[in-house]
């Protein structure tokens, strides 16, 4: 080794001691220093180029990182890095080839690739990338979090958890293999071992933010809200800027307590902390609209947004916010955003939003039009390009919301091991009843209003009316699905006779409770089934609590009202396509209405 090269590796050696020790502000300035003296030391320009990217920078650090690539075409970390950073200015068709490359040699680039394309649907792809390194035994926490993800939407859960239970077999003292079957559980709908496994990681010594936050969703899932709470401030303070956690926390304090303030407290420290840091605002105003607060949402992302280089990504985000309640301002951050971010799905699904808000259905419809290309089954994206051809009167409109076809009642029979409906359904609310908090608030994010629901997957709920009413819904659903038929449209042509629940739910509306008009964008059927209604609900005059279909959950001009309904029954099920804007009259009483609802999806072709 030359003399020459010693003070570089020494410096190099202190820059990495920086580094990890957090003190990011002196990193940067040796690196700088460096850079000046060894133009061509590509680690040093790719690590100057992270730094300059962690503080908002995205310019710079494109410059440097692509100085190092021209110097050494193939070193996979610049791959990467470059990679990650257009990834995050919603640049994927850049990004894309980039990582790739680099996933042959790095790990870390896979996990990358493969969390875009879990988070663009495309989990065939993202399982391909990382089946690989699970099978290697390279498996940590986000690593596993992305494996069990896309084999969860591609419907194979069972075979998730299957897998990681075999690993914790090899090395059952392993705690990131015992973490990833917590999240491989948990996935899975198996919420008690989930918890059980996530708290033997912590023992064996993965007390960290990301297995403090698995046991978290579980014990939310469980009920366990105190216990989840104490995980999530675990969580964070190991890791103040875990964005998840943050959230969470935010959704379980208002779950809770009903006060916006208390849920954001201590995401606001944390931007005391890191006044800087966009993801944090981001979250934090996502909370504020999901607590209904769009105008102060679109307050606190307001000035970041108003910068000349600010990301996409913020834009779209502050965008979602002015959608509601002024879509010229949403046009405007959705456009930016585009312009930026070309191949931004986000960014052209808000703009076709907006337009749709300012009367311009035709340009809408142009955007619908290129998002479905790529997301054929994204049922927000059906629902907007419905939107616009009623507004265009087109005849389309008519055929995929042909209400009296495609909104079906049943009335459900009794089970098995009851002798009629009425003690079923009587046996049906005790059970779901002990799964709502009597003095629980709205989930955030959510369409109901002035009612609870619940947090866990009731399909796979061990209480055994729970259990009969799902096998209960299997007669009705099949003959949905005979009935719908097989066509080219949205519903029909995912039509194989089989199907799979993707999430279940019950509801309890009180006095003045509705849902807002939505969509369910990950769904392809829906449904609402009645438990319990307050007294003469069923047989009013009034369209008090019923579900009414048509009047779309965004602004359009001109406005657009209700076009179909359906009185809900106790007994009643009634299934619809999950594109089809729906939502619940608000009724008077101080009877509660109780709901089950679900999304299916297709099963496997037989």
């Given amino acids: 080794m030359s003399t020459a090269t010693l003070p570089l590796l020494e410096a190099m050696r202190q820059v990495g001691a920086l580094l990890q020790a957090g003190d990011l502000r002196n990193a940067h300035d040796r690196l700088q220093a460096i850079v000046a003296a060894h133009p061509d030391c590509v680690e040093a320009l790719r690590l100057l180029g992270g730094l300059h990217s962690g503080f908002g920078d995205t310019e710079g650090a494109e410059t440097l990182l692509r100085h190092a690539l021209a110097l050494d075409p193939n070193w996979a970390p610049t791959l990467a890095t470059l990679g990650e950073l257009l990834l995050g200015a919603g640049r994927p068709g850049e990004a894309e080839p980039l990582l790739r490359r680099a996933a042959t040699k790095l790990p870390r680039a896979a996990l990358l690739l493969a969390r875009h394309c879990n988070d663009s649907q495309r989990p065939a792809e993202a ?7 699970c099978a290697s035994g390279a498996v940590d926490a986000e690593l596993a979090t992305q494996h069990v993800a896309a084999l969860a939407a591609l419907g194979r859960r069972d075979e998730a958890a299957g897998f990681y239970r075999r690993a914790v077999e090899a090395a ?29 990681a912590l023992t064996l010594g993965a007390a960290t933010a990301a297995t403090h936050f698995t046991r978290a969703r579980s014990l939310v899932a469980l009920g366990e809200f105190a216990h989840a709470e104490a995980a999530l401030r675990d969580s964070l303070r190991l890791e103040p800027r875990h964005v998840e956690a943050h959230d969470h926390l935010a959704r379980l304090v208002w779950m809770r307590s009903g006060d916006l303030a208390q849920a954001t407290t201590t995401l606001d420290e944390a931007l005391r902390r890191f006044p800087g840091d966009t993801a944090l605002l981001a979250a934090k105003a996502a909370i504020l609209q999901g607590a209904g607060d769009a105008r102060g949402a679109y307050a606190c992302l307001a000035a970041p947004a108003a910068h000349a280089q600010a990301a996409p990504a913020l834009l779209v985000r502050a965008g979602l916010s002015a959608l509601e309640f002024e879509p010229a301002t949403a046009l405007a951050l959705a456009e930016r955003a585009l312009q930026r971010s070309p191949a931004s799905t986000a960014a052209r699904s808000l703009l076709a939003a907006a337009l749709l808000g300012v009367g311009d259905a035709r340009h809408a419809l142009g955007h619908c039009d290129i998002l479905l290309a790529g997301a054929p089954d994204d049922q927000y994206l059906i629902a907007l390009q419905t939107t616009a051809w009623r507004l265009l009167g087109d005849a389309r409109h008519d055929v995929y919301c042909d209400y009296p076809q495609r909104v079906r009642p049943y009335r459900l029979q009794a089970p098995p091991g009851w002798p009629d409906l009425a003690g079923f359904l009587a046996d049906l609310k005790r059970s779901l009843e002990r799964l709502h908090d009597p003095h629980g608030h709205p989930l955030l994010f959510q369409s109901l209003r002035h009612g609870t629901e619940t947090t ?18 299997d007669a009705p659903i099949n003959d949905y699905l005979a009935q719908i038929g097989h066509g080219d449209d949205a519903l029909r042509r995912r039509n194989h006779g089989r199907y ?3 999430g279940s739910w019950s509801v309890r509306l009180r006095n003045a409770g509705y849902h807002a008009s939505h969509v369910h964008p990950r769904g392809w059927i829906s449904s609402a089934f009645y438990v319990d209604l307050p007294d003469g609900m069923a047989g009013a005059a009034t369209p008090d609590g019923c579900l009414a279909f048509g009047e779309p959950g ?16 106790p007994g009643r099920l009634v299934l619809f396509p999950s594109y089809l804007w729906h939502g619940t009259v608000p009724f008077r009483s101080d009877h509660a209405r109780l709901t089950v609802a679900f999304d299916l999806v297709p099963g496997a072709a037989a």
């Fill in 554 to 569: 965004i602004a359009t001009q001109p406005p657009l009202h209700a076009q179909h309904s359906v009185r809900p029954e």
């Fill in 172 to 200: 059952p003292t392993d705690p990131v293999a015992v973490h990833a079957l917590a999240i491989a559980l948990g996935a899975s709908g198996e919420h008690v071992e989930a918890e059980r496994a996530a708290a033997r």
């Fill in 456 to 473: 866990g997957d009731l399909a796979r709920h061990a209480d055994p009316a729970i259990q009969a009413l799902f096998r209960a819904f």
């Fill in 127 to 133: 399982l391909a990338l990382l089946a690989p390194l």
């Fill in 500 to 502: 799979r629940y993707n």
